[in-house]
């Protein structure tokens, strides 16, 4: 992410840069309210900057991308309204003198709108990370049972016994992957099997090992039947 922050920040300073280079060499009478509006130019560069980089921090998931899809976009119009103002006004000014505090109230107006667009969109990307960490905290303990049951494979020397391993690797696989109190027990019982079925398999013994595969696949199947009694 900061090789793209970088990448962002050159673009909004080649922006920034192309439009004050204009700003100052374009022959227009400078007063208050150009210099005003120019002022919140830059000021929206810097923010919008900080939106499109807060937009596609957290969690790095591509769900999570996704939803700070519309708080970027913010980041982009804020910019260019802002220097859409400061345009309309300086050409203004140069004709008709306004008031200082109207490029002050639209340039707030603006900025308000984009903190409140940010503040609107931003809450829908913090509920979305928070029940992605859940997600992957309830899952957690079949994934590592998937890994458990993936090296216990990998060891086994006798083919016969390979195969009943990868049957009851395939079960851990599309058991049900999401934990809760009620299967918090069994999990437990199941967490301890395994431990003992690699241990037998490391140690060769052949029968043991048959006999500790069909306890597992029961306790396996008990928690599934568990999982779907509880949804």
């Not at 900080?50 to 769900?63: D, H, M, N, Q, V």
């Amino acid at each position: 992410m900061k090789k793209n922050d970088t990448n962002v920040a050159l673009i909004f300073g080649i922006i920034l840069f192309i439009f004050a280079l204009a700003f100052i060499i374009i022959p227009f009478p400078k007063n208050p309210t150009s210099w005003i509006s120019f002022a919140f130019v830059v000021v929206s560069m810097a923010a919008g900057f900080g939106i499109i980089k807060y937009a596609f921090s957290g969690e790095e998931t591509l769900r999570s991308k996704f939803y700070g899809v519309p708080i970027a976009k913010i980041g982009i119009v804020y910019p260019c309204a802002q220097i859409i103002i400061c345009v309309i006004l300086s050409a203004i000014a140069a004709f008709v003198e306004l008031p200082y505090w109207i490029p002050v109230l639209l340039s707030v107006v603006v900025l308000g709108a984009a903190a409140i667009g940010v503040i609107a969109t931003s809450a829908v990307k913090v509920v979305v990370e928070e029940r992605e960490a859940e997600e992957r905290e309830v899952t957690k303990k079949v994934k590592l049972y998937n890994l458990d049951i993936s090296y216990v494979v990998d060891i086994c020397k006798d083919q016969e016994l390979r195969k009943d391993l990868t049957k009851l690797a395939e079960d851990f696989r599309y058991s049900d992957p999401v934990s809760s109190e009620a299967t918090e027990e069994i999990e437990q019982r199941l967490t301890g099997e395994l431990a003992d079925l690699r241990a037998l398999v490391e140690a060769n013994s052949k029968q043991e090992a048959a006999d500790k595969i069909g306890k597992i696949s029961i306790l396996l199947s008990e928690r599934n039947r568990i999982c779907k009694a509880f949804k």
